[in-house]
C-alpha cells in the first residue's frame, strides 16, 4: 500500500481539500497520513479522513522519510514559509526525503512563481489526483 504524506500547517484547510480528493478516488486503497506544523492543522486533516496524523517538526521530519509521497502547499520546501510555521528543519526534511513531491503553487510572500496560471485550489487539486498521483498509485 502505497503512503502519501499530506503536510500543512495554519489551520489545515489546503491539506483538509487534498485529503478529502484522495479519499473520494482512492478509498483505502492508499494509507494517508496528515502532518499538520500544528495539532490544528492536523485536528482537520484526521476530520477530513486521513489514517493517521501527526503534528510538529520531529514528527514531519521523521515521518516523510518513510512517505511514497508527498503532497501540500510548495511553502513546506521553503524555511520560515506558512506564517513561520515552517521550520528550516521541516523545509529540509521534506526537500531531502526520497519520496516522490507534488506541490502546489500556492504563492508565498516572499516568493512568486513565473508561467505559472493562477487556478482556483479545487482545480489545482483535481489536477494533482487525476495528473499526478493517479500515475504514481498505479506503479
Same mark, same amino acid.
Given at each position: ?30 494509507? +494517508? ?6 495539532? &490544528? !492543522?492536523? =485536528?482537520? @486533516? ?7 496524523? %501527526? ?14 509521497? +508527498? ?6 520546501? &521553503? !524555511?520560515? =514559509?506558512? @506564517? ?7 523545509? %529540509? ?47
Amino acid at each position: 500500500m502505497k503512503r502519501i504524506c499530506v503536510i500543512d500547517g495554519q489551520g489545515g484547510g489546503i491539506g483538509s481539500t487534498i485529503i478529502k480528493r484522495l479519499k473520494d478516488v482512492f478509498g483505502e486503497t492508499v494509507e +494517508i497520513i496528515a502532518l499538520g506544523t500544528n495539532a &490544528v !492543522a492536523t =485536528a482537520q @486533516m484526521l476530520k477530513s479522513g486521513a489514517n493517521k496524523g %501527526a503534528s510538529g517538526e520531529n514528527a514531519i521530519s521523521r515521518t516523510v522519510m518513510q512517505a511514497d509521497f +508527498i503532497t501540500g502547499p510548495v511553502g513546506i520546501i &521553503v !524555511a520560515h =514559509a506558512l @506564517m513561520g510555521e515552517v521550520s528550516p528543519a521541516i523545509a %529540509a526534511a521534506v526537500a531531502g526525503s526520497q519520496a516522490r513531491k507534488v506541490l502546489l503553487p500556492l504563492s508565498q510572500d516572499n516568493v512568486h512563481f513565473v508561467g505559472i496560471v493562477d487556478s482556483p485550489l479545487p482545480h489545482l487539486v483535481d489536477e494533482l489526483v487525476e495528473k499526478h498521483l493517479k500515475l504514481f498509485i498505479r506503479e
